[in-house]
């Protein structure tokens, strides 16, 4: 099993942070952390999660103007996990974007559910599946299970990464350009045998023969793409 998806948490109290950390760590979620928008904002820029967690109540930008300004370029899924239970706040929260809307106190459990819902309905309407499953290999991408005759399989965080973008497109062909850029960043567009070398790493891991592959394809001089 590899590392779980990168959740922002922010909130100004320590004590729910040290909370959710602690939980969401505990579903195999990987996490950062903010105590107000603009240090929220900034998260977004270097850290780039998954999925936000975020509480109205902040001591600088309201939580509002943080939904407005995420979703100004962005359909990252956000949670709203506040006190604030009154329907007009709901609502508002919603209209401006918002998936879901959680009031404290609120049950880890019920956070967790809606966590995931917001993972799975992001890759719905990217088109991808949300697990991925080809014979024996299978990849949750929501909770980041990559399992192989149902047994776990541990990837290291960078060959994860590139299984994921791969799995999100099966059977379309992605040239060797699009995977670095996508997966390493427009710095790496032309390592190709960088690339090779994760190809060959995750062949060996997820492979019954890496020399004959039956998941990741490859296409001579162009690129990969999965099996369907």
Known sequence: MSHGATILVVDDEPAIRRFLR??????????????????????????????????????????FEVIRRIRAGSTLPIVVLTVR?????????????ADDYVTKPFGIGELMARVRTALRHRFHTEGAPAVYRHEDLEVDLVRRHVRVKGAGVHLSPKEYDLLAYLVRYPGRVITHQQVLREVWG????????????????????????PTQPRHILTEPGVGYRVAE
């Open 186 to 209: 427009p710095a790496q567009a032309d390592a190709v045998q960088y690339l090779r070398v994760y190809v060959r790493q995750l062949r060996q891991k997820l492979e019954l023969d």
């Open 22 to 63: 602690t939980s969401l760590k505990g579903q195999g979620f990987e996490v950062v952390e903010a105590a107000s928008g603009a240090e929220a904002l900034e998260q977004l820029r270097t850290a780039k999660p998954e999925l936000v967690v975020l509480d109205l109540g902040l001591p600088d930008l309201d939580g």
């Open 85 to 97: 239970a009154g329907e007009r706040d709901k609502v508002e929260a919603l209209d401006l974007g």
